[in-house]
């Protein structure tokens, strides 16, 4: 079966970084992306991330802020988690 898709995604890899939207303690969690679009972003995360959860995405090497997304999807990936993310 073929997936219907809006936008075409371009394989991306990078490391970043991201918070939790309402976590006041501003932990950062780490992540590796898998590919972009123009509205959404792929993701491999060792933290958890549930369907509807807010995220600010931040840059290593400085937590200047980069962009903010709303968990699309999520599905476990060996230990890991595969996650879709909406970016606004």
Not at 36 to 53: A, M, P, V, Y
Not at 59 to 69: L, P, S, Y
């Given at each position: 079966?073929?997936?219907?898709?809006?936008?075409?995604?371009?394989?991306?890899?990078?490391?970043?970084?991201?918070?939790?939207?309402?976590?006041?303690?501003?932990?950062?969690?780490?992540?590796?992306?898998?590919?972009?679009?123009?509205?959404?972003?792929?993701?491999?995360?060792?933290?958890?991330?549930?369907f509807?959860?807010?995220?600010?995405?931040t840059?290593?090497?400085?937590?200047?802020?980069?962009?903010?997304?709303v968990?699309?999807?999520?599905?476990?990936?060996?230990?890991?988690?595969?996650?879709?993310?909406?970016?606004?």
């Amino acid at each position: 079966m073929k997936e219907a898709r809006r936008e075409v995604r371009t394989p991306y890899q990078t490391d970043l970084a991201f918070v939790h939207y309402g976590d006041r303690s501003g932990k950062r969690h780490f992540c590796t992306t898998v590919d972009i679009s123009d509205s959404g972003i792929g993701i491999i995360s060792d933290s958890f991330l549930r369907f509807g959860q807010f995220v600010e995405f931040t840059r290593m090497h400085d937590g200047g802020m980069v962009a903010n997304a709303v968990v699309q999807w999520s599905m476990p990936l060996g230990d890991r988690f595969r996650v879709g993310l909406f970016l606004f």
